[in-house]
């Protein structure tokens, strides 16, 4: 009876110390997959932004947010601009007129599936007058192009001196618990810009704000 009790209090112990370790490794896969999970829903943004895929990609964007931190980022962005200018020459303070007036145009062109592709790809919008999103180019595992015949290498005329443009430096990061930023910084110009996503529940983000030209030079 005894040995029976004994061995039936082990039994217990040892099912105690099993479900504390397995409850533990749940908790920890828990917190880690919390803390991967803005890195996870970038990943999937860009995915489906470079193949197109509307559908998947606007599970990931908050609009109605972005649609006003576009209008107040751009509207700033023009402010600064003319601060910049230190000039109350007519035709300058006429364009900064007509730039206000199409602020609204530019953030409907960008509060869109192709305007985040081009959000996500490091083009964001400059307040130039009728523009609209650049196409980043299209993700080529997804519909691989047939091999285009060998070109002869250019010469030094056609070529030109004219190094590339270089391409900007793109960090990742929390900026605090529910948030976290994209950033994309042009070394030569100091430009910034950064895409901002907010936790929407314990794993999932969602784009709902931009950050254009923080700490650099207007254009």
Known sequence: MTESLANSRKTQGWK????????????????????ASPYIAVKRMKAAADARDAATLNEYVDYPALRVSLKQQVGDMLH????????SNPLLILGAVIGAALIGPLVD?????EGVAALLDGMPPTGKPGE????PPQDSSAQPAPAAPQAAPPTPAASGNAAPEPRPVTTAGYRGLNEFALTWERSDTGEHYAAILQRHGLFSWKLAAVELNEGGASN
């Open 109 to 113: 062109a960008y509060a869109t599936p």
């Open 16 to 35: 105690k110390t099993v479900a504390i370790t397995v409850a533990a490794a749940m908790i920890v896969a828990a917190f880690g997959y919390a803390y």
């Open 80 to 87: 600064r601009r003319i601060e910049a200018q230190h000039s």
């Open 132 to 135: 609209h999103p650049q196409t």
